[in-house]
């Protein structure tokens, strides 16, 4: 946890929350980071989907930041919309980089809750079912192909305003 979160801190990228420092306290380790205010994606994206021009304009900053993390080996691991602001000003920032893992840590995981299906080990978030990978759902090591993988499924919902996958479970995920 310690050594992935101080691999984050050091990215210092315009477009990725800045984390200020790692601390322990008698419940446990918490990251303290940047605040950032304004409107999570997950509320941008319209019932039909954005037009082409505010997909660019989204888009292009989180390609940067995602290829700034995967050039030091950080590999997001839960990338979607609800993990992505846009301030007042129009900067993009993708947030949770507290979940990353360098991309030596493999992992595998089980299912979690439909409602909000996580797929967990030793209690660590690793994935939100409708952006992950396949190798991702299937509990296999993940790269920085997997946030690709996710920013692909971003962009859909964004064209179109739906996922490209149906459902919240991993079974329904996969089987659509």
């Known amino acids: 946890f310690e050594r992935e979160a101080q691999a984050v801190a050091a990215l210092n990228h315009p477009n990725i929350v800045t984390i200020h420092s790692v601390e322990e306290s008698d419940e446990g380790r918490f990251i303290t980071m940047e605040l950032v205010e304004g409107s999570g994606l997950e509320k941008l994206i319209a019932g039909d989907g954005m037009s082409a021009e505010r997909m660019i304009e989204i888009a292009t900053p989180l390609v940067r930041a995602l290829s700034a993390a995967h050039d030091r080996g950080i590999t997001h691991r839960d990338l979607k919309p609800a993990n992505i602001m846009v301030t007042d000003d129009g900067t993009v920032k993708i947030l949770d980089f507290g979940l990353a893992k360098l991309t030596s840590i493999e992992e595998s995981g089980e299912q979690g809750s439909p409602a909000t299906q996580t797929l967990t080990r030793e209690g ?15 509990g296999k090591p993940v790269d920085h192909r997997s946030d690709i993988f996710s920013l692909g499924v971003i962009l859909y919902e964004m064209a179109t305003g739906a996922r490209p996958f149906a459902g919240d479970s991993a079974a329904d995920v996969v089987s659509s």
Do not use: A, D
């Open 124 to 138: 660590n978030v690793v994935g939100t079912v409708p952006y992950m990978s396949p190798e991702q759902v299937q």
